[in-house]
């Protein structure tokens, strides 16, 4: 899967499940969360927690999260290391990883209550998924298989990957779901003159209406 596939995808998703768990809410417009956090009403403790998770996602680390296995590994294993490894999927793509950056989400988390560092966990163990690691299960499981990464011819790779975006059906369809959500959200911010607040902070203007 590519670029917009990972990202677009990972964000609907991401959306989604902040949808779910707003709809659990005595409110569904997220300026009246942050409103309820910054002067408390009658909520039950464990509902100001859950506003309070739902109003700090920084859906800049979403998107960045959805692509952080590809950021780690294209340019290492393929320009900087290419000798080495000749392997656009490594260390980032491992299960190891994806491991270790969610124990220290969930220290950053339970320690201070920011969700970052768990975001971009979460996010990259679903690149993970999307890239169907199960079936490549050396890279998945290393170092259980032994240190060294399957090794793979990766001249004219790029130009591979766009002829497959032109004729894979496996390719080419989730980029375009991915597209077509990364357009729908954009235009939903620019509708929202949510714009530059996400770019500021990562944050998601709705205007839906209280129920």
């Known amino acids: 899967m590519l670029l917009f596939g990972h990202t677009g995808i990972t964000l609907g998703l991401a959306l989604g499940a ?24 009658p909520l039950a403790p464990q509902l100001q927690g859950l506003a309070a998770m739902v109003a700090s996602v920084d859906y800049r680390l979403v998107l960045v999260g959805s692509i952080l296995p590809d950021i780690i590994d294209k340019p290492m294993g393929i320009y900087l290391f290419g000798d080495t490894f000749s392997n656009g999927r490594i260390f980032g793509h491992s299960l190891l990883f994806f491991l270790i950056i969610l124990l220290a989400g969930l220290y950053r988390y339970l320690r201070s209550g920011r969700l970052g560092i768990l975001v971009l966990s979460l996010c990259s163990g679903f690149h993970l998924i999307l890239d169907r690691m199960w079936l490549e299960t050396r890279t998945l499981f290393w170092p259980l298989y032994g240190l060294a990464f399957p090794r793979y011819d990766m001249t004219g790779w790029l130009a591979n990957l766009i002829e497959a975006l032109k004729t894979d059906p496996a390719v080419y369809w989730p980029e375009i779901v991915g597209m077509l959500i990364l357009i729908l959200f954009t235009l939903e911010l620019l509708r929202n003159r949510g714009l530059l607040s996400f770019l500021r902070n990562g944050i998601v203007k709705w205007t839906t209406t209280t129920s």
């Open 18 to 41: 902040d949808n779910a768990l707003r709809s659990r809410l005595p409110f569904r417009n997220r300026s009246k969360v942050a409103e309820e956090i910054a002067n408390p009403s």
